[in-house]
């Protein structure tokens, strides 16, 4: 049966990632947060995970040398930039606006239906090394 390596590595690497999110998070909360099994942010990166599987797994099939791959390396870099630099500020300005809107909240008002905006977003470049780590590995594991 034919299938697409690279896009199994990537689906792995982005399945494991988020398992491993999800139990990391349990054991530092003691806590089980199902957010944490298909959300962004966290410990690894699963966005790095997945696109370092796929790039692995891809410069296994064509080699290193071929125009795929080198598209794949910077379609990695750019996901991987983004999700340290672009995601986790935007990350910090949820968790701003979240503290300013609990602070200038109206006391009086009984019905708080603004919902928070998410704060999860983006990774520190230890989550996203992590990541890439994991997906690199994985991206050796999956057989092409």
């Not at 947060?33 to 990166?45: A, F, T, Y």
């Not at 609990?102 to 704060?119: M, Q, V």
Request: proline residues 3%; contains cysteine; glycine residues 10%.
């Amino acid at each position: 049966m034919k299938y697409n390596a690279g896009l199994l590595a990537g689906i792995v690497g982005w399945g494991v990632a988020q398992i491993l999110k999800f139990l990391l998070y349990m054991l530092a909360n003691h806590t089980a947060r199902l957010e944490r099994l298909v959300g962004s942010g966290g410990m690894p990166s699963s966005h790095s995970a997945m696109v370092c599987a796929a790039l692995v797994a891809t410069g296994r099939i064509c080699g290193v040398d071929a125009p795929l791959f080198g598209v794949m390396f910077i379609f990695a870099a750019i996901v991987m930039y983004d999700a340290m630099n672009v995601r986790q500020a935007a990350g910090l300005h949820a968790k701003i606006l979240n503290d300013l809107k609990r602070r200038f909240a109206d006391p009086k008002k009984a019905d708080c239906s603004e919902k928070e905006l998410k704060e999860f977003l983006g990774h520190t470049p230890l989550e996203v090394f992590c990541g890439a780590l994991l997906g690199i590995a994985l991206g050796f594991v999956v057989p092409v």
